[in-house]
């Protein structure tokens, strides 16, 4: 092991990510080299940002622990800390099932771990990070917590209520990463159309996205996690006008029959979502959509099912993910809910689904070739260079593969890009 040397292990989302980033930070300010995600983790200290978010990343989370737990015992590291969601939620649980662990914080105490190690928070890192993504772009987490209570989500249960950053806070750490060479910034939260709602009752997105945009060096802006109820239209009017912020908007959808959508408390219509919809494409011509879908839902009828894969033909979303309902414990519909539909009908459904979504992806994606997209240049793997257009966010989208052999590319430029032919989810082009 390597003395003074922490590996960080990152479990879940970008949001974690960046909690990460901000400790790793602190480490280094303190003397202590950090790695993130290491393959082969050699330091004396391992530690692991857990996601309690679903069942399969709960129980990702819990095996690795064990896992690192096990390379304790075998004298291969020396400490092991657990911090986020998942300790947030089980921290008793885990004192005692887990007790190999030196100690578990949860989302929002872990810097104490500092002093637990009998080092200081620096203040003047305070709100700086190292950064784990490539140096071109990065997350920006615009707030923390959850007011809208969905029957389904644990989230507001772990993180609490909706907490906007400060806007002077967030422009400035956007201006310090720009001065560090990042020109792509993915806009993230849990629910960001909420931003500014918690400081005075009105909300701020559109005010700064628009105020992002007008920092020199901003190339693109990504929003990802906005709301479908209430939302701030005035964001589709500095999606159009400004051309640093991309016509991409992730929006978690989750269903369309109105029984569904009472049921799981998301306060929208099926009417007003397919106007949501056409009002999105209709003011932003060419925006791309990724949405997130669920099946399985306690109640959810054949006929439910049907309706969401006629959605699914009309939306023809560019980018879609879904996932069967699985209980989570204290939740709305883990309380009041049975889990009704069986597993195998959970699965045929999202199975038709999915495929239903492979076809319409194929089909829109093969409608670009012949023309000319800019890409920004994320990595070099075997033969190719890997990038992505304004429509594609890191590590879920759809990549644009070029040739290595035809012209060296720099990693974090952009490049105009012919498209020449398409796969399911990825394209292939030429430099110009």
């Given at each position: 092991?390597?003395?003074?040397?922490i590996?960080?292990?990152?479990?879940?989302?970008?949001?974690?990510?960046?909690?990460?980033?901000?400790l790793?930070k602190?480490?280094?300010?303190?003397?202590?080299?950090?790695?993130?995600?290491?393959k082969?983790?050699?330091?004396?200290?391992?530690v692991?940002n857990?996601?309690?978010?679903?069942?399969?990343a709960?129980e990702?989370?819990?095996?690795?622990?064990?896992?690192?737990?096990?390379?304790?015992?075998?004298?291969?590291?020396?400490?092991?800390?657990?911090?986020?969601?998942?300790?947030?939620?089980?921290?008793?649980?885990l004192?005692?099932?887990?007790?190999?662990?030196d100690?578990?914080?949860?989302?929002?105490?872990?810097?104490?771990?500092?002093?637990?190690?009998?080092?200081?928070?620096i203040e003047?890192?305070?709100?700086?990070?190292?950064?784990?993504?490539?140096?071109h772009?990065a997350?920006?987490?615009?707030?923390?917590?959850?007011?809208r209570?969905?029957?389904?989500?644990?989230?507001?249960i772990?993180?609490g209520k909706?907490?906007?950053?400060p806007?002077?806070e967030?422009?400035?750490e956007?201006r310090r990463?720009?001065?560090?060479?990042v020109?792509?910034f993915?806009v993230?939260?849990?629910?960001?159309?909420?931003?500014?709602?918690?400081?005075?009752?009105?909300?701020h997105?559109?005010?700064?996205?628009?105020?992002?945009?007008?920092?020199?060096?901003?190339?693109?802006?990504r929003?990802?996690?906005?709301?479908?109820?209430?939302?701030?239209?005035?964001?589709?009017?500095?999606?159009?006008?400004?051309?640093?912020?991309?016509?991409?908007?992730d929006?978690?959808?989750?269903h369309?029959?109105?029984?569904?959508?009472?049921?799981m408390?998301?306060?929208v219509?099926?009417?007003?979502?397919y106007?949501?919809?056409?009002?999105?494409?209709q003011?932003?011509?060419?925006?791309h959509?990724r949405?997130?879908?669920?099946?399985?839902f306690?109640?959810?009828?054949?006929?439910d099912?049907?309706?969401l894969?006629?959605?699914?033909?009309w939306?023809?979303f560019?980018?879609m993910g879904?996932?069967?309902y699985?209980?989570e414990?204290?939740t709305?519909?883990?309380?009041?809910?049975?889990?009704?539909?069986?597993?195998?009908?959970?699965?045929?459904?999202?199975?038709?689904?999915?495929?239903?979504?492979q076809?319409?992806?194929?089909?829109i994606?093969?409608?670009k070739?012949?023309?000319?997209?800019r890409?920004?240049?994320d990595?070099?793997?075997?033969?190719?260079?890997?990038?992505?257009?304004?429509?594609?966010?890191?590590?879920?989208?759809p990549?644009?593969?070029?040739p290595?052999?035809t012209?060296?590319?720099?990693?974090?430029r952009?490049?105009?890009?012919?498209?020449?032919?398409?796969?399911?989810?990825?394209?292939?082009?030429?430099?110009?």
């Amino acid at each position: 092991m390597v003395k003074n040397q922490i590996d960080i292990i990152t479990m879940g989302c970008s949001k974690n990510l960046v909690d990460s980033e901000l400790l790793m930070k602190q480490f280094e300010a303190n003397g202590y080299t950090c790695t993130h995600d290491s393959k082969r983790p050699r330091g004396e200290i391992v530690v692991i940002n857990t996601c309690g978010f679903i069942n399969d990343a709960k129980e990702e989370s819990i095996s690795t622990i064990l896992e690192f737990a096990q390379a304790k015992e075998q004298g291969r590291i020396r400490k092991l800390y657990v911090m986020g969601c998942l300790s947030q939620r089980y921290k008793d649980k885990l004192e005692e099932e887990i007790p190999e662990v030196d100690k578990y914080y949860g989302k929002f105490d872990y810097k104490q771990l500092l002093t637990d190690l009998g080092k200081a928070e620096i203040e003047s890192c305070n709100g700086v990070r190292h950064l784990t993504t490539p140096r071109h772009y990065a997350y920006l987490k615009i707030s923390e917590g959850c007011d809208r209570h969905c029957a389904y989500c644990a989230i507001p249960i772990i993180t609490g209520k909706h907490v906007s950053r400060p806007m002077d806070e967030i422009l400035d750490e956007v201006r310090r990463l720009v001065g560090q060479g990042v020109k792509e910034f993915q806009v993230i939260a849990q629910e960001l159309t909420f931003y500014g709602l918690d400081i005075d009752g009105k909300p701020h997105i559109a005010q700064l996205i628009e105020q992002m945009a007008d920092i020199p060096g901003v190339k693109w802006i990504r929003l990802h996690y906005a709301y479908p109820a209430n939302f701030p239209y005035d964001l589709l009017r500095v999606m159009r006008e400004k051309p640093n912020v991309c016509k991409y908007l992730d929006i978690a959808l989750q269903h369309i029959s109105d029984n569904m959508l009472t049921a799981m408390h998301r306060h929208v219509t099926k009417a007003e979502t397919y106007q949501l919809v056409s009002r999105l494409r209709q003011e932003v011509p060419d925006i791309h959509l990724r949405t997130t879908l669920m099946v399985g839902f306690p109640g959810e009828t054949d006929a439910d099912f049907e309706e969401l894969m006629e959605f699914t033909r009309w939306a023809r979303f560019e980018r879609m993910g879904a996932f069967a309902y699985s209980e989570e414990e204290d939740t709305y519909s883990g309380m009041n809910y049975k889990d009704d539909v069986p597993p195998e009908v959970k699965q045929k459904r999202l199975d038709r689904l999915m495929a239903l979504q492979q076809e319409i992806s194929a089909e829109i994606e093969a409608e670009k070739v012949g023309t000319v997209m800019r890409v920004i240049i994320d990595r070099k793997e075997g033969d190719y260079y890997v990038g992505r257009t304004e429509f594609c966010s890191p590590e879920v989208d759809p990549e644009v593969l070029i040739p290595a052999e035809t012209k060296r590319l720099h990693l974090g430029r952009f490049y105009q890009v012919k498209i020449t032919h398409s796969e399911e989810f990825d394209l292939y082009g030429i430099v110009q």
